[in-house]
């Protein structure tokens, strides 16, 4: 067993023990090569959150980390395991009326989980810098990581009302992509498996930031994890 499976398996029976930074996640994405989101019925999990709520101060207020992990992504996983129950119901009697509505909100509440379910782990109190293979594929990609992150800033500060800004790796195309998505699951690209999401609803920032979107997203990129985003390229890389 290693570090990373002892600690899940930690997580999983100790229970009342302390969640190890950027492991809680981490462990999952060794054994499953993504994040496992569900349990073993195929039902939504709302996965701890990885650092203590107050970590990512001064950046990020405790009270907007508290209600956005709480409600905005907790609410999100209610809400898909409804849609996804009341498409089951809708199997079982063989009767399909409104699932074409289940679907679609289906789609938008299992899109938040996944993009802040990542958010989460690319966001840490002790940040690091792109190295390797990813810092390899953004030079390659975009000129200079500079160049990247000016990119992916621009992208998410311009987002069109809720939504967010995403690096993603392409298997298609064995490419690194930047996205500008809007609310959970509108202009993506088919494949794209998020590396890096920033959040840019206005709950992500509004306690703190009030109308300063550019301000936030600024200042989020003193907080991330990029060994967890390399951590996630080792794993998409290998859906190729
Ligand atoms: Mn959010």
Same mark, same amino acid.
């Given at each position: 067993?290693n570090r990373k499976e002892?600690l899940?398996?930690?997580?999983?029976?100790?229970?009342?023990?302390?969640?190890?930074?950027?492991?809680?996640?981490a462990g999952?994405?060794v054994?499953?090569?993504?994040?496992?989101?569900?349990?073993?019925?195929?039902?939504?999990?709302?996965?701890?959150?990885?650092?203590?709520?107050?970590?990512?101060?001064?950046?990020?207020?405790?009270?907007?980390?508290?209600?956005?992990?709480?409600?905005?992504?907790?609410?999100?996983?209610?809400?898909?395991?409804?849609?996804?129950?009341?498409?089951?119901?809708?199997?079982?009697?063989?009767?399909?009326?409104?699932?074409?509505?289940?679907?679609? &909100?289906?789609? !938008?509440?299992?899109? /938040?989980?996944?993009?802040?379910?990542?958010? @989460?782990?690319? %966001?840490?109190? +002790? =940040?690091?810098?792109?190295?390797?293979?990813?810092?390899?594929?953004?030079?390659?990609?975009?000129?200079?990581?500079?160049?990247? &992150?000016?990119? !992916?800033?621009?992208? /998410?500060?311009?987002?069109?009302?809720?939504? @967010?800004?995403? %690096?993603?790796? +392409? =298997?298609?195309?064995?490419?690194?992509?930047?996205?500008?998505?809007?609310?959970?699951?509108?202009?993506?690209?088919?494949?794209?498996?998020?590396? !890096?999401?920033?959040?840019?609803?206005?709950?992500?920032?509004?306690?703190?930031?009030?109308?300063?979107?550019?301000?936030?997203?600024?200042?989020?990129?003193?907080?991330?994890?990029?060994?967890?985003?390399?951590?996630?390229?080792?794993?998409?890389?290998?859906?190729?």
């Open positions: 067993m002892f899940r398996n930690s997580l999983l029976l100790g229970g009342t023990l302390a969640i190890s930074e950027q492991h809680a996640f999952n994405l054994v499953n090569g993504i994040d496992r989101l569900t349990d073993a019925q195929g039902n939504f999990v709302h996965q701890p959150l990885p650092f203590a709520e107050a970590a990512l101060e001064p950046h990020m207020d405790a009270e907007t980390v508290h209600l956005h992990y709480t409600f905005h992504h907790g609410n999100a996983v209610k809400a898909a395991n409804k849609y996804q129950g009341l498409i089951r119901e809708a199997l079982e009697k063989g009767v399909y009326d409104n699932t074409d509505f289940y679907t679609k &909100k289906l789609t !938008l509440q299992s899109s /938040s989980h996944i993009l802040h379910s990542i958010f @989460w782990t690319n %966001l840490s109190a +002790q =940040p690091t810098e792109p190295t390797g293979e990813l810092l390899r594929r953004i030079e390659q990609k975009f000129g200079s990581y500079d160049k990247m &992150k000016g990119l !992916l800033a621009y992208l /998410s500060k311009n987002v069109d009302g809720n939504g @967010w800004g995403i %690096l993603g790796y +392409q =298997p298609y195309f064995d490419q690194l992509t930047l996205l500008q998505c809007e609310d959970h699951e509108k202009l993506t690209q088919w494949g794209v498996v998020p590396l !890096l999401v920033i959040d840019v609803w206005e709950h992500a920032y509004y306690l703190k930031w009030r109308n300063k979107r550019d301000g936030f997203v600024d200042s989020l990129f003193a907080l991330i994890n990029w060994d967890n985003v390399a951590e996630r390229l080792e794993q998409a890389v290998k859906l190729q």
